[in-house]
Nanobody, 117 residues
Framework: QVHLVQSGGGLVQAGGSLRISCAAS????????MAWFRQTPGQARELVAT????????RYADSVLGRFTISRDNAKNTVYLQMNSLKPEDTATYYC??????????WGQGTQVIVST
């Protein structure tokens, strides 16, 4: 496993932008696909975006396609989620996660994003 520490997030008006980050400890970060999830109270955790170990391949949930961008800097052991054109329905706690051998095996502590109208 790896320790994932998130930063960023906060309160933003609808239409605004935020970037959240997830820094990983250890030397194996570049060998693993990464993802961002989000969750609201009483709801299941939703997969928002994924990125391959090399950064060459990304995938997005339909709800964020064209507005969010996942990226990574393997030299800094960090994955990012740039969120543009934010909507109130994007309000959630966001989590980064590392893909291990058979599933997501490490999770960040969560970062709250609140989008006001």
């Amino acid at each position: 496993q790896v320790h994932l520490v998130q930063s960023g997030g906060g309160l933003v008006q609808a239409g605004g932008s935020l970037r959240i980050s997830c820094a990983a400890s250890g030397s194996t970060f570049s060998a693993h696909d990464m993802a961002w999830f989000r969750q609201t109270p009483g709801q299941a955790r939703e997969l928002v975006a994924t990125i391959s170990w090399s950064g060459d391949s990304t995938r997005y949930a339909d709800s964020v396609l064209g507005r969010f961008t996942i990226s990574r800097d393997n030299a800094k052991n960090t994955v990012y989620l740039q969120m543009n054109s934010l909507k109130p329905e994007d309000t959630a706690t966001y989590y980064c996660a590392r893909w291990g051998s058979v599933g997501y095996d490490s999770w960040g502590q969560g970062t709250q994003v609140i989008v006001s109208t």
